[in-house]
């Protein structure tokens, strides 16, 4: 089974920190519904005729768009693929845009999981993130996909602010524990070239976080999700049993994916495929026949790494039996050398003929996978 993900890029303003592609003019809104459906039915067949296991709208915002607009694209999905085993489908939401008409409305389209931007519930750090909901907005929208029986509930997290202490970190972590949101994904606050955060830090006026400070959240991060029931699957995300992300899981398993609209990615074994980041080109493409799409054939090589960086992030890690009839046995025997270090200094786990990162090994997992790729 495979996945569908779904770009929509509207955003109503733009956060400090973000390099993801999005547009803040609406006017794109009907053109872009019509190109994505319409995209939809042109490279449908890139799955391989699959059914979907699971549906993912991510953005920007998808939470922009209006009933009327998930009626069109449900409509097409239903028409072009087998959706009747797909367990999963995710809406990504702002809270403020999170009303008791607008999560009313959700439950007339398939939709099961939610997943929303929170970052912080200090009301100093949304406004740095220059976010448009404030605390009292990201609690109320929780309680509200509640009692419209959207109970699977993921949140996002930001942590490694300018400034930002321990306990100021622990006092999130154990209000969204109290909140008892049954999936949150955390990640460190990067300073990506081009966004308005990385300017503020060339300008010399907000210092990132130190490395020992990073480090403390990141160990605060896990032992109390860890300890409140959480399973940390995958280096940023935690979840309760039974509710990991099955969409977020096929990335990192290896299952193949169809991405539409705008800088959306593609991924079916063979091939990754990205549209173009502009929405006025995306939408030009699409409407005289020839999208902009670019191709990269994933050669031997190039699959064994992706196995490396994709298994080895989460708590399944990398088959070694599946190295060898995958990859051949030069490549089983490259990363059993190359892992051998890591395996006698504890970095790494050799469990039923499988590594995965311990505890220790996830501190510095980005130098552990670099060491297993294929040069």
Same mark, same amino acid.
């Given at each position: 089974?495979?996945?569908?993900?779904?770009?929509?890029?509207?955003?109503?303003?733009?956060?400090?920190?973000?390099?993801?592609?999005?547009?803040?003019?609406?006017?794109?809104?009907?053109?872009?519904?019509?190109?994505?459906?319409?995209?939809?039915?042109?490279?449908?067949?890139?799955?391989?005729?699959?059914?979907?296991?699971?549906?993912?709208?991510?953005?920007?915002?998808?939470?922009?768009?209006?009933?009327?607009?998930?009626? /069109?694209?449900? %409509?097409?999905? !239903?028409? #072009?693929?087998?959706?009747?085993? $797909? &367990? *999963?489908?995710? @809406?990504?939401?702002?809270?403020?845009?999170?009303?008791?008409?607008?999560?009313?409305?959700?439950?007339?389209?398939?939709?099961?999981?939610?997943?929303?931007?929170?970052?912080?519930?200090?009301?100093?750090?949304?406004?740095?993130?220059? /976010?448009?909901? %404030?605390?009292? !907005?990201? #609690?109320?929208?929780?309680?509200? $996909? &509640? *009692?419209?029986? @959207?109970?699977?509930?993921?949140?996002?997290?930001?942590?490694?602010?300018?400034?930002?202490?321990?306990?100021?970190?622990?006092?999130?972590?154990?209000?969204?524990?109290?909140?008892?949101?049954?999936?949150?994904?955390?990640?460190?606050?990067?300073?990506?070239?081009?966004?308005?955060?990385?300017?503020?830090?060339?300008?010399? &006026?907000?210092?990132?976080?130190?490395?020992?400070?990073?480090?403390?959240?990141?160990?605060?991060?896990?032992?109390?999700?860890?300890?409140?029931?959480?399973?940390?699957?995958?280096?940023?995300?935690?979840?309760?049993?039974?509710?990991?992300?099955?969409?977020?899981?096929?990335?990192?398993?290896?299952?193949?994916?169809?991405?539409?609209?705008?800088?959306?990615?593609?991924?079916?074994?063979?091939?990754?495929?990205?549209?173009?980041?502009?929405?006025?080109?995306?939408?030009?493409?699409?409407?005289?026949?020839?999208?902009?799409?670019?191709?990269?054939?994933?050669?031997?090589?190039?699959?064994?790494?992706?196995?490396?960086?994709?298994?080895?992030?989460?708590?399944?890690?990398?088959?070694?039996?599946?190295?060898?009839?995958?990859?051949?046995?030069?490549?089983?025997?490259?990363?059993?050398?190359?892992?051998?270090?890591?395996?006698?200094?504890?970095?790494?786990?050799?469990?039923?003929?499988?590594?995965?990162?311990?505890?220790?090994?996830?501190?510095?997992?980005?130098?552990?996978?670099?060491?297993?790729?294929?040069?």
């Amino acid at each position: 089974m495979a996945g569908l993900y779904i770009h929509v890029p509207f955003c109503a303003k733009r956060c400090l920190y973000c390099d993801f592609f999005s547009n803040t003019e609406m006017k794109y809104k009907e053109p872009y519904v019509t190109a994505l459906i319409r995209e939809l039915e042109i490279r449908k067949d890139y799955i391989g005729n699959e059914p979907l296991e699971t549906i993912y709208f991510g953005g920007g915002t998808p939470s922009q768009l209006q009933a009327t607009d998930f009626e /069109r694209i449900f %409509d097409a999905i !239903q028409r #072009l693929f087998d959706i009747s085993g $797909c &367990k *999963e489908v995710t @809406l990504e939401a702002n809270p403020d845009d999170m009303t008791p008409e607008y999560v009313a409305s959700l439950r007339t389209f398939p939709f099961n999981r939610i997943s929303m931007g929170v970052q912080s519930f200090k009301a100093e750090d949304l406004r740095f993130l220059n /976010r448009r909901h %404030d605390r009292e !907005q990201a #609690l109320r929208a929780v309680e509200l $996909c &509640k *009692e419209n029986d @959207l109970s699977n509930i993921s949140i996002d997290l930001i942590y490694g602010l300018p400034g930002q202490t321990l306990k100021e970190w622990e006092s999130n972590l154990d209000r969204a524990i109290h909140l008892d949101i049954p999936h949150i994904s955390a990640y460190h606050l990067i300073y990506e070239e081009g966004t308005a955060l990385y300017k503020l830090k060339e300008a010399g &006026k907000i210092s990132p976080v130190e490395e020992e400070v990073s480090v403390s959240l990141f160990t605060s991060l896990i032992d109390r999700l860890t300890a409140n029931g959480y399973l940390h699957y995958e280096i940023s995300n935690f979840a309760r049993p039974g509710m990991i992300s099955r969409h977020n899981s096929s990335y990192w398993t290896g299952k193949k994916y169809l991405g539409a609209g705008p800088s959306a990615h593609s991924y079916n074994g063979e091939s990754r495929q990205w549209n173009v980041s502009s929405l006025p080109a995306y939408i030009r493409g699409i409407e005289s026949g020839s999208p902009e799409i670019e191709v990269e054939e994933l050669d031997i090589s190039t699959r064994y790494n992706d196995f490396i960086i994709t298994g080895l992030r989460t708590m399944w890690g990398v088959n070694l039996t599946e190295i060898q009839g995958q990859f051949g046995k030069d490549k089983l025997i490259y990363c059993q050398k190359q892992a051998a270090p890591y395996l006698k200094q504890g970095l790494l786990i050799e469990k039923d003929e499988t590594l995965t990162l311990s505890r220790n090994g996830i501190f510095i997992s980005d130098s552990i996978m670099s060491d297993l790729l294929w040069v």
